[in-house]
């Protein structure tokens, strides 16, 4: 088993800056890619992110592309998303994931999740 906690989610304007963090605990001895969703109210969720365990492969969706920095450190169990020139259409809760089955884009192939956090971003 996997608990992720994610943090960092809050209120900003449209052009600022935001850094998620999720902290992953349990069997964190196993290297396991993680990545980052996120569900905007009445919207399904959506891939944001993903990364793998020595950080080599990367993915990220269109919309954050060139926007967003996916980042881990493995010795301190976390996972960050760095969120630069924020548009009001971020705004969703993000939720971070871990342990990939097939299509890293998929939600549903994601073993682990967290509780989510929000990100409002303000026009």
């Known amino acids: 088993q996997v608990q992720l906690v994610e943090s960092g989610g809050g209120l900003v304007q449209a052009g600022d800056s935001l850094s998620l963090s999720c902290a992953a605990s349990?069997?964190?001895?196993?290297?396991?890619?993680m990545g980052w969703f996120r569900q905007a109210p009445g919207k399904e969720r959506e891939f944001v992110a993903s990364?793998?365990?020595?950080?080599?492969?990367?993915f990220y969706s269109d919309s954050v592309k060139g926007r967003f920095t996916i980042s881990r450190d493995n010795a301190k169990n976390t996972m960050y998303l760095q969120m630069n020139s924020l548009k009001p259409e971020d705004t969703a809760v993000y939720y971070c994931?871990?342990?990939?089955?097939?299509?890293?884009?998929?939600?549903?192939?994601?073993?682990?999740w967290g509780q989510g956090t929000q990100v409002t971003v303000s026009s």
């Open positions: 349990g069997r964190t001895d196993d290297n396991y890619p």
């Open positions: 994931a871990a342990d990939p089955e097939g299509n890293w884009r998929s939600p549903g192939d994601w073993a682990y």
């Open positions: 990364i793998s365990w020595t950080s080599s492969t990367i």
